[in-house]
């Protein structure tokens, strides 16, 4: 997969990862986009080792489904470091 592939598979699984989690996530799309490619990276990292399914093809369900775990992951772990807990009244 080519660096401008990687670059939108981790803006778009970190918007489906922000989607996917409760609450008002912080940070804009440059921050969606660094949570989301470290996620990508992450989740691929995984599931090279655990699942020996690594991330290779762009239009693959399997890479899609890795790298939006990956960011889920990332982007929990961000929110407990920060301590967002998400929307406040």
């Given amino acids: 997969m080519g660096f401008f592939a990687f670059m939108l598979l981790g803006l778009l ?3 489906i990862a922000k989607l996917i989690l409760p609450g008002k996530q912080v ?5 969606t986009l660094a949570l989301g490619v470290i996620g990508a990276l992450l989740g691929g990292w995984l599931g090279s080792i655990l699942l020996d399914a690594p ?3 762009f239009f693959s369900l399997r890479t899609w489904l890795l790298a939006i775990g990956g ?3 990332v982007l929990l772990v961000y929110g407990a470091l920060t ?3 998400g929307a406040r009244a």
């Fill in 55 to 57: 991330l290779q093809d």
């Fill in 71 to 73: 960011s889920i992951l």
């Fill in 27 to 31: 940070g804009g799309w440059i921050a």
């Fill in 13 to 15: 699984a970190g918007a």
């Fill in 83 to 85: 301590g967002n807990k």
